[in-house]
């Protein structure tokens, strides 16, 4: 319990300050250590405080370290199962259309297969032909049975052609997409491909005169054994 001084003792105290230089001087000192010890005080306080929240912001910086460690790994894996999807998904595509050429469900990749097998003898290895394709150029759609770019390949793909009026229309139709594809590509068509599973004897003639007048490469007969020229 802090005792409290009389008056008596206090102005006792004051006088004894006012004329003992060493006293006074004793007084002050001991006020101003105190001073420094109460600051030294709040200052390890604060030195405490600040040590905490660093151990805090250390402790969080790990863990944001460890989730960024665990996002890579993550991305990395999906990453990694992506391509094993693509290259499930392109060999899919690929047994696809080795299978739909093999059981020969359409006449386009009878002669599509065929067709690759030709280029490849004459220099062109890897080329592919594309069937059903649509091109879209100046505001217009255009269907091409066959289509390559390189070598720059048009072709149509009929099941018959039985009369000469049948013969000029499938021939028309052809130029038509040949000059379509020539705007388009800017350059010319390299290789025009007519492929008939059934021709009428009055057309064979006609078919021949007109296939060497435009450089067209007439194919006859769904073994694809004969060609004109």
Not at 1 to 21: A, H, N, P, S, Y
Not at 109 to 129: D, K, M, P, Q, V
Request: with cysteine.
């Amino acid at each position: 319990m802090t005792q409290v001084l009389t008056k008596e003792e206090k102005e006792r105290i004051l006088r004894t300050l006012e004329e003992d230089k060493e006293f006074r001087y004793a007084i002050a000192g001991l006020i101003g250590i105190r001073e420094i010890l109460e600051r030294l005080d709040k200052i390890e306080e604060g030195q405490k405080k600040l040590w905490e929240e660093v151990k805090l912001l250390r402790e969080g910086q790990q863990k944001l370290w460890e989730e960024v460690k665990l996002l890579r790994k993550g991305q990395q894996e999906l990453w990694k199962g992506q391509q094993e999807l693509w290259k499930e998904v392109k060999g899919l595509r690929k047994n696809f259309e080795q299978l739909g050429r093999a059981v020969g469900m359409t006449l386009e990749y009878y002669t599509a297969a065929f067709l690759e097998e030709y280029l490849s003898e004459r220099g062109y290895e890897g080329a592919r032909i594309e069937v059903g394709i649509k091109l879209k150029y100046m505001g217009k759609t255009v269907e091409l049975d066959l289509f390559c770019e390189d070598p720059l390949l048009v072709g149509e793909v009929t099941t018959g052609v039985t009369s000469l009026e049948d013969a000029r229309r499938e021939l028309d139709k052809l130029l038509e997409r040949v000059n379509f594809v020539k705007e388009m590509y800017e350059r010319d068509v390299t290789i025009k491909i007519l492929a008939i599973a059934n021709v009428g004897a009055e057309a064979v003639d006609f078919l021949r005169e007109i296939a060497e007048k435009h450089g067209i490469i007439v194919i006859i007969g769904r073994e694809m054994k004969e060609i004109i020229p």
